[in-house]
T-cell receptor
């Protein structure tokens, strides 16, 4: 089945550690996105990539890093520089509908840092 | 500046009734897309419906329709014949020519039996 997978679903880390969240898609979509969601808020864009080996910062990129070495994969690293990393992280991939993109989301990873 | 505004933090609807969730947007671009997503308690974002800025007809997908009023910059979601499974958070989103997506703060919908 085609789709987007994120692993793990729940992740726990100690403060000061870097952690990498996985995102894989087999939809052959060019674009991939990472969002952060905090309780009672909408989604905020961290990074996005329209093509392999290229990515752009979103609204809240500080303390995060990404790579896009393969079309299918867009891992997100939450570094120790991120001041408040506990959140729900959603990965998405996009397809061009001519005027704009449609996005499909993965199931999300809930990260807790203590 | 806020690109997407959802003014209803919470809504209640009786089962089998219709409900409208409000969304207004802000962009100076002529070309843009508007989306609605459903987020159940599991957290996954489920795509519901899409409206392009050049589409003259309101988008419909089953029980979902998007009431697109371009001059007012509104893109309200109408859910007809509400079901208990419709209880969830609903997010309005927009993408403009930058191909970034902007999300509203969401509306929590509760369907009452």
């Amino acid at each position: 089945d085609g789709g987007i997978t994120q692993s793990p679903k729940y992740l726990f880390r100690k403060e000061g550690q870097n952690v990498t969240l996985s995102c894989e898609q087999n939809l052959n979509h060019d674009a991939m996105y990472w969002y952060r969601q905090d309780p009672g808020q909408g989604l905020r864009l961290i990074y996005y990539s329209q093509i392999v080996n290229d990515f752009q910062k979103g609204d809240i990129a500080e303390g995060y890093s990404v790579s896009r070495e393969k079309k299918e994969s867009f891992p997100l690293t939450v570094t120790s520089a991120q001041k408040n990393p506990t959140a729900f992280y959603l990965c998405a991939s996009g397809v061009d509908r001519g005027l704009s993109y449609e996005q499909y989301f993965g199931p999300g990873t809930r990260l807790t840092v203590t | 500046a806020q690109k997407i505004t959802q003014t209803q933090p919470g809504m209640f609807v009786q089962e089998k009734e219709a409900v409208t969730l409000d969304c207004t947007y802000d962009t100076s671009d002529q070309s843009y897309g508007l989306f609605w997503y459903k987020q159940p308690s599991s957290g996954e974002m489920i795509f519901l419906i899409y409206q392009g800025s050049y589409d003259e007809q309101n988008a419909t997908e089953g029980r979902y329709s998007l009431n697109f009023q371009k001059a007012r910059k509104s893109a309200n979601l109408v859910i007809s014949a509400s079901q208990l499974g419709d209880s969830a958070m609903y997010f309005c989103a927009m993408t403009d020519t930058g191909n970034q997506f902007y999300f509203g703060t969401g509306t929590s919908l509760t369907v009452i039996p």
